[in-house]
């Protein structure tokens, strides 16, 4: 099933999901590292790497729907797309719980239980990213339809057999 959401010829959820996941990880890692000694500016830094992990996260979930919308219910793509989803929104409520709570406090730094709470979601994301991989590769989500290891460039203009085909 063919993305619906595409920048130059490429979909957009997988050009948008690196960047929460990578920056809301690095988060998790900056606040362990802030609270077992590490350099006191670390924890303003996870408080901002969430902060725009979860405007990122915010987007990927926008582009997600596009797609998830388009899997044709009854599916165990559906099913999966489903899961895939709301793991998604579990993982950017525990983050902008996180946030809400360091919003006004005196010190950005997490500490114990909010890092317990990052490191929940930091398993529910990893898990997520799993049923993403599965869309993806095991049941063809969002993979452009003449895809293949000899396909053309998704740049080049459809050629006149390839409109009629969509016909």
């Known amino acids: 099933m063919e993305s619906r959401l595409k920048v130059l010829g ?5 050009m948008l999901v690196m960047f929460p996941v990578a920056l809301l990880a690095t988060a998790v890692l900056f606040d362990v590292v802030d609270t077992v000694g590490g350099p006191d500016f670390l924890g303003e830094v996870a408080y901002w790497n969430i902060t725009v992990g979860l405007i990122g996260g915010l987007l990927a979930a926008a ?3 596009f797609d998830l919308l388009a899997i044709p219910s009854g599916t165990r793509a559906k099913r999966v797309g489903l899961l895939h989803a709301g793991a998604n929104i579990a993982v950017i409520l525990l983050f902008a719980a996180v946030w809400a709570v360091r919003l006004n406090a005196d010190s950005r730094a997490a500490g114990g ?5 990052e490191l929940v979601a930091l ?3 990893g ?3 799993w049923l993403g991989g599965e869309l993806v590769d095991r049941l063809g989500v969002g993979v452009d339809r003449d895809a293949g290891l000899d396909a053309p460039s998704s740049l080049r203009p459809p050629t006149a057999t390839q409109r009629i085909g969509e016909v």
Do not use: E, Q, R, W
Not at 10 to 14: C, D, G, L, Q
Not at 113 to 117: H, M, Q
């Open 113 to 117: 239980a909010l890092i317990a709470i």
């Open 127 to 129: 898990i997520s990213a």
């Open 123 to 125: 398993a529910i994301l």
């Open 10 to 14: 490429h979909p957009v959820h997988p």
């Open 63 to 65: 582009a997600g729907s």
